[in-house]
Each structure stands twice: as C-alpha cells, then as structure tokens.
C-alpha cells in the first residue's frame, strides 16, 4: 500500500516540543516536495510545513515560523518535524503528504496537491 506513516504524537504541555516522523510506504518519496499538515476537530486541513525534494527548500507558514522545523532523510524515505513551544491551539491531527507533481514546494499549501496521506499522528497541547 502507498502511503506514508505518521508518528511521534501525544500530550504535551504548553511550551514542550515533539518529533513528528513520517515514513514513507510502498513508494520513494526522492522526487517530491513534502507536506506536513493539520487538522483540528471541525476545522480544514492547514499548511504548516513543506520541504523539497533535494532539502534545499523549506516553507513554514507565519503561525510556526520559528518555532518549527523541518528535515529529511531520503536515505530512510522518513520526513521529520521538531516542533518546540508548542500552544494550546496547536493541538490536531498531524499529516504529511506528498505533492506528485512537484520537486518544489508552493505557496501556501493547499492539501488537494498532495497525496499519499496517512492516518495521522495526534498532538494534544495542554496542561
């Protein structure tokens, strides 16, 4: 099955810091510029971050800039996020997705470039 898989999740107290990963599955994520995502209860999937194919490139939407960062290991086809002083309001479901059609990451993310979605990770912020 193609897809990634998500993981690094959980509760966290304002202010604290996770890892996400994101493996990829059945596929080599080499070519693709890579997406990580959110979803709160209710809301629209969000932009957060997104790498190119090569690393060379990076994006962070304004609500993280500075907080979050990202990386890749094409070797062991997995994208990371560190995200650090993490806020009440962050807290969602945590997605990345592959943009098929390019090496180059697009401003601002929109989530219907992307594919390969997996199930998530969840990130509860709070005290």
């Known amino acids: 099955q193609v897809q990634f898989v998500e993981s690094g999740g959980g509760l966290v107290q304002p202010g604290g810091s996770l890892r996400l990963s994101c493996a990829a599955s059945g596929f080599t994520l080499d070519y693709y510029a890579i997406g990580w995502f959110r979803q709160a209860p209710g809301m629209e999937r969000e932009g957060v971050s997104c790498?190119?194919?090569?690393?060379?490139?990076?994006y962070f939407a304004d609500s993280v800039k500075g907080r979050f960062t990202i990386s890749r290991d094409n070797v062991k086809n997995t994208v990371y996020l560190q995200m650090n002083s993490l806020k009440h309001e962050e807290t969602a479901v945590y997605y990345c997705g592959a943009n098929l059609m390019r090496s180059q990451c697009t401003t601002p993310q929109r989530a219907y470039e992307y594919d390969y979605w997996g199930q998530g990770t969840q990130v509860t912020v709070s005290s």
């Open positions: 790498i190119s194919s090569n690393g060379g490139s990076t």
